[in-house]
């Protein structure tokens, strides 16, 4: 049977376990629920995604229209 001494001993060590593990946790939650910044990374994504929508259709757009005007401008002569 362990001494006092020795229980008190894998108590402590327990306890510095524990106290390191909730501590770890505690960050990971921290991360992941950090709504704020997640939101924020969400906003870029989208506002990235949106520029890029718009600039690939205005250039589709712009060629067509100046394809139709070369067009319309053949068919009246």
């Given amino acids: 049977m362990p001494t006092e001494r020795q229980l008190e001993h894998q108590i402590a060590l327990a306890r510095n376990d524990l106290e390191r ?3 770890q946790l505690q960050v990971v939650v921290r991360e992941t629920l950090d ?3 997640r ?4 906003f870029e994504r989208a506002r990235r ?6 600039e690939r ?4 757009a ?3 229209a ?3 005007g070369v067009w319309l401008a053949r068919r009246r002569r």
């Fill in 49 to 54: 995604s949106m520029r890029a929508f718009v």
């Fill in 62 to 64: 712009t060629v067509a």
């Fill in 35 to 37: 709504v704020r910044r």
């Fill in 57 to 60: 259709n205005l250039v589709v």
């Fill in 39 to 42: 939101a924020r990374a969400a």
């Fill in 66 to 68: 100046t394809l139709a």
């Fill in 21 to 23: 593990h909730l501590a």
